[in-house]
T-cell receptor, first 116, second 117 residues
Framework: GAGVSQSPSNKVTEKGKDVELRCDPISGHTALYWYRQSLGQGLEFLIYFQGNSAPDKSGLPSDRFSAERTGGSVSTLTIQRTQQEDSAVYLC??????????????FGPGTRLTVL | AQSVTQLGSHVSVSEGALVLLRCNYSSSVPPYLFWYVQYPNQGLQLLLKYTTGATLVKGINGFEAEFKKSETSFHLTKPSAHMSDAAEYFCAVRAQNSGGSNYKLTFGKGTLLTVNP
């Protein structure tokens, strides 16, 4: 595709429910990143994928959060038993390869998650 | 650990006036530096970046920024503001070292730019 796409664009859920957020990176981009943007915390790094493996999951806020990437392409961020503090915009980005440190990260439009 | 400070969460200028958005970083080694812009309900778009070479970098939409190592700063400027520049601007850093967390961006809190007619 022309850019990074994310779905859904908006998600409203009830506290305690599980949600899945999807990211389609730019074709050919081997590196994929998830960030969270919230009013209180600003933009925070969550997790990074190189291919299908996630060398760094240190930004995931709790064990309710998990992510996977299949086929070196699509990634899914799953939040189990959602809490109100999970309400935020979840941004996905991709880049050609992290080994070339200057590669730009291209961001998707984000998924706005609201937990009632 | 790296950190980014953006002075002023909200900056208001008149159309045609100079835009100056401030960014200071804290890092043991000078990092790569970025400015992103976010329009309402959209993702982040890269305005410009500094990696190596000339310390004055030019980006899209007439913006530029200067890396000043001695001041650990990377302020964003534009000589004449347009109404279309109204958006939120984020400064970010990324480590230069080949090991460690050299892939993730660390962002400042953002500066909301308002342009008045």
């Amino acid at each position: 595709g022309a850019g990074v796409s994310q779905s859904p664009s908006n998600k409203v859920t009830e506290k305690g429910k599980d949600v899945e957020l999807r990211c389609d990176p730019i074709s050919g981009h081997t590196a994929l990143y998830w960030y969270r943007q919230s009013l209180g915390q600003g933009l925070e790094f969550l997790i990074y994928f190189q291919g299908n493996s996630a060398p760094d999951k240190s930004g995931l806020p709790s064990d309710r959060f998990s992510a996977e990437r299949t086929g070196g392409s699509v990634s899914t961020l799953t939040i189990q038993r959602t809490q109100q503090e999970d309400s935020a915009v979840y941004l996905c980005a991709s880049s050609l390869a992290d080994r070339v440190l200057r590669n730009e990260q291209f961001f998707g439009p984000g998924t706005r998650l609201t937990v009632l | 650990a790296q950190s980014v400070t953006q002075l002023g969460s909200h900056v208001s200028v008149s159309e045609g006036a100079l835009v100056l958005l401030r960014c200071n970083y804290s890092s043991s080694v000078p990092p790569y530096l970025f400015w992103y812009v976010q329009y309402p309900n959209q993702g982040l778009q890269l305005l410009l970046k500094y990696t190596t070479g000339a310390t004055l970098v030019k980006g899209i939409n007439g913006f530029e920024a200067e890396f000043k190592k001695s001041e650990t700063s990377f302020h964003l400027t534009k000589p004449s503001a347009h109404m279309s520049d109204a958006a939120e601007y984020f400064c970010a850093v990324r480590a230069q070292n080949s090991g460690g967390s050299n892939y993730k961006l660390t962002f400042g809190k953002g500066t909301l730019l308002t342009v008045n007619p």
